[in-house]
């Protein structure tokens, strides 16, 4: 079936720092892709949706400066979370619609990135 | 704008008690997809069913079931049958038409089934 890779699962980093987060659909097209976030004991939020080879649209809320969305390719995202603070600690989490059926192309997550920001 | 309701923050059974997770969801897209996921400690989220708008017939798969009614804009998720692997957090999501993939998760309900 469908798989969506995303890398690391999991990193620690120091305050500062920037992070790069990868979500790969491995064995089909993506041409959007869509990043989470997740806080300790809440839901999921939509940060931004991302599609092939242009912007990515962010939620109200996101500084689009500090996660850089970049989707070069029909099977790679990346978030990339720059100086990275405490606050940015959290779980990441990407999806990946498949290209067929338009409006109802199943939605793939992957696994997540669990990070910490010392 | 679209939202969804889990009021259930957390459910408490004994294994082999039945379950009702509640979803109750708003949206102004004639054309939308329901979810339920599942999120173990690990944190990955397991899909467990997508609903379209214009399908009101109810499903079942193994101990799971799920009642969609348009009516009373609710999804509710019932495991039947309760056993511990079941623990872990459920989210139900909503999607439309018009944005579809871009999912609004209720609150999620912390699921704990006791041996």
């Known amino acids: 079936g469908a798989v969506v890779s995303q890398h690391p699962s999991w990193v620690i980093c120091k305050s500062g720092t920037s992070v790069k987060i990868e979500c790969r659909s491995l064995?089909?097209?993506?041409?959007?892709m869509f990043w989470y976030r997740q806080f300790p004991k809440q839901s999921l939020m939509l940060m931004a949706t991302?599609?092939?080879?242009?912007?990515?649209?962010?939620e109200q809320g996101v500084e689009k400066d500090k996660f850089l969305i970049n989707h070069a390719s029909l099977t790679l995202s990346t978030l990339t979370v720059t100086s990275a603070h405490p606050e940015d600690s959290s779980f990441y989490i990407c999806?990946?619609?498949?290209?067929?059926?338009?409006?109802?192309?199943?939605?793939?997550f992957g696994n997540g990135t669990r990070l910490t920001v010392t | 704008a679209q939202k969804v309701t889990q009021a259930q923050t957390e459910i408490s059974v004994v294994e082999k008690e039945d379950v009702t997770l509640d979803c109750v969801y708003e949206t102004r897209d004639t054309t939308y997809y329901l979810f339920w996921y599942k999120q173990p400690p690990s944190g990955e989220l397991v899909f467990l069913i997508r609903?379209?708008?214009?399908?009101?017939q109810n499903e079942i798969s193994g101990r799971y079931s799920w009642n969609f009614q348009k009516s009373t804009s609710s999804f509710n998720f019932t495991i039947t049958a309760s056993q511990v692997v079941d623990s872990a957090v459920y989210f139900c999501a909503l999607t439309g038409g018009t944005s579809y993939g871009k999912l609004t998760f209720g609150q999620g309900t912390i699921l704990t089934v006791h041996p």
């Open positions: 999806s990946a619609r498949t290209v067929g059926q338009a409006l109802s192309g199943a939605l793939h």
């Open positions: 609903r379209n708008s214009f399908d009101e």
């Open positions: 064995d089909f097209q993506a041409t959007t």
């Open positions: 991302s599609n092939e080879g242009s912007k990515a649209t962010y």
